[in-house]
């Protein structure tokens, strides 16, 4: 009795199991899609024969589309799923491939032909041809890649009435030449399963890193230029998993105008999204991500030309928070955030990427940004200027206070000089410093002893004696305007090669308890530049750069809003392209290198994803690595720092190999040569899209590969829009 029990339990197992089974094939499999029988197979190919009759049925076999091969009967109510037979192999079609009668059937209907040639009433497969012959010679071969193999797996091996889960490999583990495996195509429901499988771990890997599952529709099923309705797979939707751009790197490229810009604004959106994961009808946690786009043509940040007209313009990214529909205007600012070198008339509430070149705190980040603008100029005295730099003494560091305050007094000077340095350049001081200070507490940063040898200049040179001599009254007060220190130190300048400071040097290095010279070598670098007018006209250039009421570094600004989650629109369209790369490159250095600390200090980094539009202006190519060069370090380096790129470029190969080589998210459009498509063709199987990324020329029709999609998936990618 006990064992008539247990065999009826299993075979209920068994039933419930196959009941299962059956379900989950006939997602895939309808038995009116059929279309025809796979007659050769080997690992990596397969030849279909499809006969004219069951193509029209199902609207056509398009170049590229997808059919699934199996033995598997999915009206069978006895469908025991670890058999080897019990699996989907998913095919792509390639081309034609030549039937044995090929020759025969060719021949026939070149002479049928020419029976009707020149009648232009008649078709030779209609009048010239009997029904029979019609019949045989309606077979055709196709040939197919093999993408890989969907079969079923208990979610828990140890339970016997465990559910099954869909699983796919990216190949298959077995075939027999001489066993049949009837052909379908998909239709619209198995087709949107198909191209949407992701793997139930990859999901749970989601989950558990950020909470998410979430994915958003990219667009719909394309696979070729000609897209006629009939084919019923135009309204298929392809589905992306904001989650697998994150600490990745994503690549969009195609020519101009072939969708890259639209793609990047719908990826945003989505990793917006996730932020608002209730408009949805999610129960995922809320995810806010830091996004910052560079945006070399103000397509993001501005609205389009054709679209100024109109208030509410749904193509403007910077629009993108309006997608929650309970967000006040004033909150915007909590979501989305404009930077730019300039002002802008549509955008009252941007952020002006401006430091404030005479704050203490700014120094040496305004220096910095001098230095390069100084790079490539050979003059000696640029390079000695260039090699000073402003860090303030601590303290802590000195074991006398006495060395202490010697330090803090050369440090207050210097900083007096090179503030004079942009007066005299054309940069506006602040309020706060209307006057120049010429105290460092209660102490003149110039001794009596110092003044009274200035005084005592004698020179040949009337003009440096008189220079001298009016420096040392200047010198003498408490504070005085900036622009009379102009002239003030190019005579303290000259005063320092003369023999009356060799003199009062030498007691001074006596008296001293450092040993050290009353003039250090950088300030005397900085009063060099009072010599040469040139080294004020360059450095004036950047005054655009400077506001004298900024109190932050906006780099740091910027960073905040990051970590805070908002997405960030850096206006690059405006001003000159140096300063624009300048205020790029600082911006990057200031979200790798604070990444870089968190992850050193054990913490996790704050996920932040990047987009780089015109990619090879800053990426490198080639075999260029330089680890110098804050693109390339990000690009190798970023993943583990939670820095995610996305970058958009209309070249492959202008992109380094290393960057392609560990490249996850892929986004192709149209190319139009064989250097490219060649290069590409090295990824994935993109090698199966090449001809025709070379051929079809259509807006938005991409071929997509992502980190949780085992295969390239072609796409008509929707239109931008903030309302849908």
Request: net charge negative; hydrophobic share 35%; with cysteine.
């Amino acid at each position: 009795m006990n064992q008539q029990i247990e065999l009826i339990i299993q075979k209920s197992q068994q039933n419930l199991q196959s009941h299962n089974a059956k379900s989950l094939f006939q997602n895939l499999i309808q038995s009116d899609q059929y279309v025809g029988e796979l007659y050769s197979i080997n690992y990596e190919t397969a030849r279909v024969q499809i006969h004219d009759h069951e193509r029209q049925k199902v609207g056509g076999i398009p170049s590229l589309s997808f059919l699934i091969a199996t033995r598997i009967n999915p009206d069978s109510d006895d469908i025991d799923f670890k058999t080897e037979d019990a699996s989907i192999i998913l095919l792509r079609v390639m081309d034609a491939a030549q039937l044995p009668n090929s020759a025969e059937a060719e021949r026939i209907r070149v002479e049928t032909a020419q029976r009707v040639s020149g009648e232009t009433d008649k078709h030779w497969d209609q009048e010239a041809m009997d029904a029979k012959t019609r019949v045989y010679l309606g077979f055709a071969g196709v040939q197919c890649r093999i993408i890989g193999t969907f079969y079923l797996e208990a979610q828990d091996d140890s339970n016997p009435e465990s559910l099954l889960s869909l699983k796919f490999g990216s190949d298959i583990s077995n075939y027999y030449p001489n066993r049949g495996l009837k052909v379908y195509k998909p239709n619209d429901k198995a087709l949107e399963t198909i191209v949407n499988y992701t793997d139930p771990t990859t999901l749970q890997d989601h989950q558990e890193q950020y909470h998410s599952t979430a994915r958003v529709k990219l667009g719909y099923i394309r696979y070729a230029s000609t897209n006629r309705k009939y084919q019923k797979v135009d309204d298929v939707s392809v589905h992306i998993y904001p989650a697998d751009l994150l600490a990745q790197k994503s690549a969009l490229f195609g020519m101009t105008r072939t969708g890259k810009s639209n793609t990047t604004k719908i990826i945003a959106k989505a990793v917006y999204e996730l932020r608002h994961p209730n408009l949805a009808n999610s129960d995922d946690q809320p995810l806010r991500i830091g996004q910052i786009i560079f945006d070399p043509n103000g397509e993001y940040a501005n609205e389009n030309v054709q679209d100024k007209d109109r208030k509410d313009n749904p193509n403007a990214l910077k629009n993108v928070w309006k997608i929650n529909p309970q967000m006040q205007e004033e909150h915007k600012k909590d979501e989305v955030v404009t930077y730019g070198i300039m002002k802008h008339p549509d955008d009252p509430d941007r952020q002006l990427m401006l430091i404030n070149f005479y704050d203490e705190a700014m120094l040496q980040t305004g220096k910095d940004l001098i230095n390069l603008t100084l790079a490539d100029q050979s003059a000696q005295y640029f390079k000695n200027f260039c090699q000073v730099s402003f860090e303030k003494p601590e303290k802590s560091s000195f074991e006398n206070e006495g060395e202490y305050y010697s330090e803090l007094t050369r440090y207050t000077r210097r900083v007096l000089v090179y503030r004079t340095i942009l007066h005299k350049a054309g940069f506006e001081p602040p309020v706060t410093l209307k006057n120049a200070n010429l105290k460092a507490g209660n102490k003149s940063l110039f001794s009596k002893k110092l003044l009274e040898k200035m005084q005592s200049v004698e020179d040949k040179d009337k003009r440096k004696e008189g220079l001298v001599k009016a420096a040392a009254e200047t010198l003498s007060k408490p504070s005085v305007r900036w622009d009379s220190l102009h002239a003030t130190f190019e005579g303290l300048f000259y005063f320092l090669q003369t023999d009356e400071y060799n003199t009062f040097n030498t007691d001074y290095i006596r008296d001293s308890t450092t040993g050290e010279g009353w003039a250090d070598a950088d300030l005397e670098r900085l009063l060099e530049m009072f010599k040469y007018s040139k080294g004020t006209n360059l450095i004036g250039k950047l005054t655009v750069q400077h506001s004298n009421s900024a109190n932050t570094d906006f780099a740091e600004d910027i960073y905040e809003d990051l970590v805070k989650g908002k997405l960030v629109i850096v206006d690059q369209s405006s001003g000159e392209p140096e300063i624009n790369q300048e205020a790029a490159d600082r911006i990057m250095w200031t979200i790798f290198r604070k990444n870089q600390t968190l992850f050193r200090e054990g913490k996790k980094p704050t996920d932040i994803l990047i987009y780089i539009e015109e990619a090879h202006n800053l990426l490198p190519s080639g075999s260029d690595l330089d680890l110098k060069n804050v693109w390339v370090r990000t690009a190798k380096e970023g993943a583990k720092y939670r820095l995610g790129i996305v970058y958009a470029t209309q070249e492959v190969s202008s992109i380094q190999k290393n960057i392609l080589k560990n490249t996850a998210n892929w986004f192709i459009g149209h190319l139009n040569n064989t250097d490219e498509t060649k290069e590409l063709k090295k990824f994935y199987d993109f090698e199966d899209f090449e001809k025709s990324i070379r051929r079809a020329q259509d807006k938005g029709f991409l071929r997509v590969k992502t980190l949780s999609n085992y295969f390239v998936i072609p796409v008509q990618v929707k239109k931008f829009d903030v309302t849908e």
